[in-house]
């Protein structure tokens, strides 16, 4: 399961910027610390919800809630390194570029 904004919605321009910025997102999750890759991996491609996450890795749900979200912190942090991303007034993206060839992820 991919994050919602990586979600087809209808066909259109967009479309190719979001199937290239999602084969971006692997590399860049096996790049983040184990913790928060396992969080990411298990809460957005898996699908398994936080309360599950917490569960499984014998956290607090609150403790599950914060490496979710911090590695989803470290991935924007990581996309926007190397690509400037147009996105419309829904906040979904219609255009990326990448800013040099100096990202290896991407």
Do not use: F
């Not at 979001?18 to 610390?33: G, R, S, V, W, Y």
């Not at 470290?74 to 255009?95: F, H, P, Q, Y």
């Amino acid at each position: 399961m991919l994050p919602e904004w990586l979600i087809k919605e209808e066909a259109n321009s967009s479309d190719l910027a979001k199937q290239d910025l999602a084969e971006c997102l692997l590399p860049m999750i096996e790049a983040l610390p184990p913790h928060y890759r396992e969080a990411v991996m298990a809460s957005e491609i898996e699908g398994m919800t936080q309360k599950a996450l917490a569960k499984k890795k014998d956290l607090s749900l609150s403790g599950a809630k914060s490496r979710v979200q911090r590695g989803r912190a470290l991935l924007k942090t990581m996309l926007l390194g190397c690509c400037r991303i147009e996105l419309n007034r829904g906040g979904r993206i219609i255009d990326y570029e990448k800013k040099d060839d100096a990202c290896l992820r991407c």
